[in-house]
């Protein structure tokens, strides 16, 4: 059974700083990683979404890698400000797109 | 350009009153639809996947159930609700047999059952 975890599960920086959210999960036989940012009350947006055959995707100030056969994923996240505050969800794919989803790790970001 | 729409935002209702949820995507055809479920303190759980009209799967055994009477309508049910349906309910969409596409969400319903 797949399992997804996220480490820290809350992160607390300054404005400005450069820092790394990481996610593991259990199965290596995945077809995609997506990570996705929520906030409070709302719903998921889509960020990244990682192809099993890839190394890493960017966007903006984003950038998440895969290794998929240690089973992890990072998202580094450049010159944060105070609207990344929000929490962050990494989720794994398998067929027809059903994703298994980690808890999340809180981040807030201090002006 | 597709959108998802759910309704309602928030939702509060008695132990053993019934339940309709509604979602509806625009600007794309035959779409993978989901319900998902966030519980305080835990990670999203899928309850359902449709991948077409009438086509129902179910994740996890429990008093919910889903139906898809439209292309692009899923509606999410419950006959009588229990204290352990309250949560936060989630729409979703993908590209129909899309497996490397983007996941996009509705804003969500917050149900309390009390």
């Known amino acids: 059974k797949q399992e997804v975890t996220q480490i820290p599960a809350a992160l607390s920086v300054p404005e400005g700083e450069n820092l790394v959210l990481n996610c593991s999960f259990t199965d290596s036989a995945i077809y995609n990683l997506q990570w996705f940012r929520q906030d409070p009350g709302k719903g998921l947006t889509s960020l990244l979404l990682i192809q099993s055959s890839q190394r890493e995707q960017t966007s903006g100030r984003l950038n998440a890698s895969l290794d998929k056969s240690s089973g992890r994923s990072t998202l580094y996240i450049a010159a944060s400000q105070p609207g990344d505050s929000a929490t962050y969800l990494c989720?794994?794919?398998?067929?027809?797109?059903?994703?298994?989803f980690g808890t999340g790790t809180l981040l807030a970001v201090q002006p | 350009s597709q959108t998802i729409h759910q309704w309602p935002a928030t939702l509060v209702q008695p132990v053993g009153s019934p339940l309709s949820l509604e979602c509806t995507v625009e600007g794309t055809s035959n779409p993978n639809l989901y319900w998902y479920r966030q519980a305080a303190g835990r990670g999203l759980q899928l309850l359902f996947y449709s991948v077409g009209i009438g086509q129902i799967s179910s994740e996890v055994p429990q008093n919910l159930s889903a139906s898809r009477p439209q292309d692009r309508q899923f509606i999410l049910s419950s006959k009588k609700l229990l204290l352990s349906d309250s949560g936060f309910y989630l729409c979703?969409?993908?590209?129909?047999?899309?497996?490397?596409?983007?996941?996009?969400f509705g804003n969500g319903t917050r149900l309390t059952v009390t």
């Open positions: 979703a969409w993908s590209v129909l047999r899309g497996r490397n596409s983007p996941l996009h």
């Open positions: 989720a794994v794919g398998g067929a027809t797109n059903k994703l298994i």
